[in-house]
Structures are given as structure tokens and as C-alpha cells.
């Protein structure tokens, strides 16, 4: 191994150590390397790895400017340990991230996504995601996290969800109460699971037909498949598991503001979904149109309408 394959090693275990998953540069980080030495290069400088980041050719720029600021966490750490490696410049790549169009399910595209997930094969397959599925919507957990779930993690005689591993740097563990019909189908579930793989190869809560933990990529993979059939994913129209926690969130709001209650809960909503800061909740107003509809018409109410 070389000394800069080393420092890549010793970059991930710091920076994994402080809670960061990594996972992408983790896999693109020797590609680095590999590139940088096969220019005959024994540090990070800034033009080769502009040159490397700019790969594939055929790539949108949001792809090259992902890759460099890989490339710069790196770098930053390695010119800690020797001064002439070169940290290259932000805005590289002249990109605007778009968080993309949320999807919001109804209640009965998400009775209808159950059910279809209810009869996928073999059975225990089929009682992983409805289950997984109905949980994403009536708690509106991060995906992450409810792959994450471990047995002990799931108390249903309290009827209490303990997030215990954040995802992302400074997510905060926290409690996750749940209605007395969600324990029960909880409960369902942990039967079933139990009856279907008594000897499991994974310790989560949720587990593959294998027996295994569920692949993130996996369930992105199945929710495709199940709303392209039930009609709902068309060309333009990309319904997500992460849009299950987008929906949970604007029906609270949704709720809060048509009784008048949405600006002092509005850091309970916060706290609950884990977010850091109460602005990353407030998005969620105005990104859906009833919200905002709902608003204008609160507006005209105490304002006496139109002058």
C-alpha cells in the first residue's frame, strides 16, 4: 500500500470516528489515489484533481462538483500532514443543487402501495415491506434510520422507537412514540418474522427474505417497481420512500395550521423529525402549495380580505 492509499485509510477511520458514514468516498478516494499516482504525482494538487474530478466526461456537473468536494475533505486533511499538498478551490463546477419535486402520497396511494407490497413473494418479503412502508408513513422516520432499527430498538410493550445511530454528524438520538395500531402491526410483523426466519444472519428489526439486513438500494429498488405498477410512477412523476417522511411532515403542518397552532409547535415538529435546525422544517412550508394556499387564506381571514 502506498503512503497515500495509507493517509485515504487513516482520513476514513478519523473522520468515520467523529460519526461521518463516508461511504462514497470511501469508494472513490483510492480512484483518487490511483489517478494521482499514475501521474507520477506523490500529493493531492489542485489541477490533477480538477482533472480527476472532471471524470466522466460525459457527467453532469453536479457529478464533477460531488467528486472535487470529496476530493478537497481530503485534501484539507492531508496538507495537515504535509504542507504541499493543495486544497483546490470551491466553485469549480458552476452547479445549483434543486432538491428534487416531493411526491405526496395520498392516503390512498399509501393503502394501495401496502397492498401491493402485500402480496410480493416469498412471504416474509412481502410482510418486511408493508411493514417498513406503513412505519415510513405514520412516523415519518429517515429510511436510514428505519433500516438501522435493531430489535431492542423497538420496545413494544412501551410503545416507543429509539433512534440510537445518527445517520449524519450531529443528528441527535431520540424517541419515536407510536399509536397503539402501529404497535400492533409491529407486533404482527416480529411474529411473522420470527415464524418465516428463526435463524436470522442480521440482528435489525427489519430483515430481507435471506434473512439478511435491508439494503437501502434494495427498497429504493422494490418501491420503484411496486408504483410503476400500481401507476403511480410515471416519466415525470418519481415517488421516493423518502417522500413517506415529506408527506408525514406537510399533513402535520397541514393540520397545526388549519387550527391555528403551527408557529408554537413548530420546533415540537423540529425535534420530533430530528432536524438540526428549525429551518430545515420551515422548508417544508413552503414547498407545498396547499401549505401555502392554506396561509393566503388565514392571511385574508385576519386581514379582512383584499383592499
Known amino acids: ?9 487513516d482520513y476514513l477511520q478519523v473522520r468515520r470516528a467523529l460519526g461521518f458514514k463516508l461511504e462514497r468516498a470511501g469508494r472513490i478516494l483510492p480512484q483518487l489515489v490511483a489517478f494521482l499516482e499514475a501521474a507520477g504525482a506523490t ?28 476530493a478537497r475533505g481530503f485534501a484539507a486533511y492531508l496538507q495537515t500532514i504535509n504542507p504541499a499538498a493543495e486544497i483546490p478551490p470551491a ?27 402485500r402480496a410480493l413473494r416469498p412471504p416474509l418479503r412481502a410482510a418486511t415491506f408493508e ?12 429510511t436510514g434510520e428505519t433500516l438501522a432499527l435493531q430489535r431492542d430498538d423497538i420496545d413494544l410493550t412501551t410503545g416507543v422507537i429509539t433512534i440510537r445511530t445518527p445517520i449524519a454528524k450531529g443528528q441527535r438520538a431520540r424517541l419515536i412514540p407510536l399509536h397503539p395500531t402501529t404497535i400492533d402491526a409491529l407486533h404482527r410483523y416480529s411474529i411473522a418474522r420470527e415464524r418465516l426466519c428463526p435463524r436470522p444472519r442480521s440482528t435489525t428489526f427489519f430483515l430481507s427474505s435471506t434473512g439478511t439486513a435491508l ?14 405498477a400500481l401507476g403511480l410512477r410515471t416519466d415525470t412523476v418519481h415517488p421516493r420512500a423518502t417522500d413517506l417522511r415529506h408527506t408525514y411532515a406537510v399533513q402535520t403542518l397541514i393540520d397545526w395550521q388549519l387550527s391555528g397552532q403551527i408557529a408554537p409547535r413548530i420546533a415540537l415538529l423540529s425535534t420530533y423529525l430530528g432536524h438540526i435546525r428549525p429551518a430545515e422544517t420551515y422548508w417544508y412550508l413552503s414547498a407545498t402549495p396547499e ?12 386581514f379582512g380580505g383584499p383592499r
Open 131 to 142: 411493514t417498513l412502508f406503513g412505519l415510513l408513513a405514520v412516523t415519518g422516520m429517515r
Open 291 to 302: 401549505l401555502m394556499g392554506h396561509a393566503a387564506d388565514r392571511l385574508q381571514t385576519r
Open 43 to 70: 500529493t493531492v494538487t489542485s489541477e490533477l484533481a480538477i482533472a480527476w474530478a472532471r471524470q466522466p466526461a460525459t457527467a453532469q456537473p453536479q457529478h464533477w462538483a460531488a467528486r472535487l468536494t470529496i
Open 215 to 228: 439494503d437501502p438500494s434494495g427498497v429504493a429498488r422494490t418501491l420503484r417497481k411496486l408504483t410503476a
Open 1 to 9: 500500500m502506498s503512503a497515500l492509499a495509507d493517509h485515504v485509510a
Open 91 to 117: 466553485g469549480v463546477f458552476a452547479v445549483r443543487y434543486r432538491r428534487p419535486t416531493p411526491y405526496l402520497w395520498s392516503p390512498t396511494d399509501i393503502e394501495r402501495l401496502l397492498a401491493s407490497a
